[in-house]
């Protein structure tokens, strides 16, 4: 009964459409977070030097820390992939659970930044931002906005990422039927692209 059950799910399983159907949210994601590139790049050439001192209120450091722990997490899921394939279970959880647990360190790095900014009175709409000005006001909008929706993100990615751990370790999800775990780790290096971009924009670029 089981092994019926199991063939019929395999017969209406689609991996090609399935790797497509992924491929074409990520297009839809990019051409998001490319409308907000470009309406940062409009408002930085208006306001060149609000930008500039803005900027200057965050910190490179932990920006840094973020882009290389997010930049090894994209490596695990990969090599999660790869282990997975070659059939050890293990190795795969234990891959998954250190992506999970840089997800979990992104976040509380992410967390602690933002609680400053707050304690600092930077934040949307509060007077402080006003009173330093349009250009300013502008800039932490675009980064609260911008980086907060990378955050939603990564909580997407950190349930997918769990979903998958689960299945793994249920046997549910092999080496016979990756495919979850594939998108799975497409998603997560999209986030990891945009958080690429997002570095330079609000941290270097001063």
Do not use: C
């Not at 990520?26 to 500039?52: K, M, Q, S, W």
């Not at 450091?61 to 282990?83: D, F, K, P, Q």
């Not at 502008?138 to 751990?165: D, E, N, P, S």
């Amino acid at each position: 009964m089981n092994q019926t059950m199991t063939l019929s799910h395999d017969l209406h399983r689609d991996d090609e459409a399935s790797k497509i159907g992924m491929w074409l949210f990520i297009f839809t994601e990019l051409l998001l977070f490319a409308g907000l590139f470009i309406v940062y790049g409009v408002y930085r050439y208006l306001n060149p030097v609000a930008f500039h001192l803005a900027a200057e209120e965050l910190s490179v450091t932990v920006g840094t820390y973020n882009t290389i722990i997010l930049l090894v997490s994209s490596a695990t899921m990969a090599m999660a992939s790869t282990a997975i394939r070659l059939k050890n279970k293990g190795m795969t959880l234990l891959l998954l659970g250190i992506t999970l647990f840089i997800a979990f360190m992104f976040m509380v790095n992410k967390f602690f930044e933002w609680k400053g900014k707050f304690g600092h009175g930077i934040f949307p709409g509060s007077d402080d931002l006003l009173r330093l000005g349009h250009g300013d006001t502008l800039f932490f909008g675009l980064y609260f906005f911008m980086t907060g929706l990378h955050a939603l993100h990564i909580i997407v990615g950190f349930v997918l990422i769990t979903i998958v751990a689960v299945r793994v370790n249920n046997n549910t999800l092999t080496a016979d039927n990756p495919v979850l775990l594939d998108n799975s780790g497409l998603y997560w290096h999209l986030v990891d692209l945009i958080w690429i971009f997002l570095f330079p924009l609000f941290y270097l670029i001063t």
